[in-house]
């Protein structure tokens, strides 16, 4: 229950924009606890924030190396589907911040995009193909990146119950 509630604590300091704290409590504490009990599937959901946090901070890099080291083998082996395609979300986004959008796009179309339908997941879904919109936008095709947007994300967020804010090319959601 402790790491639970330094977990919550982790995701108010992020949104106060306090990453570096935030990603201390990730690794320090709940890491650690999710270790301790040898719950997999803790551990996996703490590796998704780690990267989460990374990439805010502006380290896609170090992010890339404990997703692809730690974390998908981690979901591989756990068979977990929803957070498959969480990890795959965020090396995707770690790609594309490295310049390495080809592959990046492959991950999206090929593996999370899949694997958020097998999950009926449209809100995932749409985020994941936000993440073309981004690509498509930094690679100055900010038309076809408005067309994505408004034909295949937005309406998956009317249909939900969620909002999607898009702040400084990044996603987030919030229960509406």
């Known amino acids: ?3 639970l509630v330094m977990s919550r604590i982790a995701e108010i300091l992020v ?6 704290e935030a990603l201390r409590i990730r690794e320090e504490i709940e890491l650690v606890e999710c270790e301790r009990t040898h719950d997999d599937r803790c551990k996996g959901q703490a590796l998704v924030a780690i990267a989460e946090i990374l990439i805010e901070q502006g380290q896609p890099d170090r992010a890339l190396r404990r997703i692809e080291g730690e974390l998908v083998p981690l979901v591989d082996r756990l068979d977990d589907t929803s957070l498959q395609a969480q990890a795959r979300t965020w090396q995707a986004d770690a790609l594309h911040r490295l ?4 592959r990046a796009v492959r991950l999206v179309r090929d593996e999370i995009v899949p694997r958020y339908r097998d999950l009926g997941d449209e809100q995932g879904e749409a985020i ?9 936008a930094d690679a100055g095709r900010v038309d076809a990146a408005i067309k994505t947007m408004r034909e295949k ?3 998956a967020f009317r249909r939900g119950t969620h909002k999607l804010n898009i702040v400084r090319g990044q996603f987030q959601l919030a229960d509406m």
């Open 153 to 155: 994300v937005l309406p």
């Open 1 to 3: 229950m402790y790491a």
């Open 99 to 102: 310049g390495r959008t080809q």
């Open 15 to 20: 949104v106060r924009g306090d990453t570096g």
């Open 128 to 136: 994941a193909v936000s993440l073309l919109a981004d690509i498509d």
